[in-house]
Nanobody, 126 residues
Framework: QVQLVESGGGLVQAGDSMRLSCAASGRTFTFSRYTITWFRQAPGKEREFVAGISWSGGKTYYTDSVKGRFTISRDNAKNTVYLQMNSLKPEDTAVYYC?????????????????WGQGTQVTVSS
């Protein structure tokens, strides 16, 4: 079993920065063998892919709307993935979830992921 816990959300103003963390644990869980991805879900909208990072951190992938503003990274020694969000916009407001997948590819659909965190709220005021 895998547990994912997100943290770092809150209320900021447009243009501010914020860093989210996703801490993973599990008795038989080898963090370095999992692709980790961030999704977000705004009120009344479907959950959407934001960013993903491969096992080693050598590959990353972003949705177009966050390219150049968000950076995903991981520290396998700490079993943690980070999402650095800069130049935040009101349209970034959502609950942000991290998800884990033991496949090599960074997949962008929610059905691809078996393990999810509980989510952390990010609110960007204008």
């Amino acid at each position: 079993q895998v547990q994912l816990v997100e943290s770092g959300g809150g209320l900021v103003q447009a243009g501010d920065s914020m860093r989210l963390s996703c801490a993973a644990s599990g008795r038989t869980f080898t963090f370095s063998r999992y692709t980790i991805t961030w999704f977000r879900q705004a009120p009344g909208k479907e959950r959407e892919f934001v960013a993903g990072i491969s096992w080693s951190g050598g590959k990353t992938y972003y949705t177009d709307s966050v390219k150049g503003r968000f950076t995903i990274s991981r520290d396998n020694a700490k079993n943690t993935v980070y999402l650095q969000m800069n130049s935040l916009k009101p349209e970034d407001t959502a609950v942000y979830y991290c998800a884990a997948d033991n496949q090599v590819a960074i997949r962008t659909t929610t059905v691809s992921y078996d393990y999810w965190g509980q989510g952390t709220q990010v609110t960007v005021s204008s």
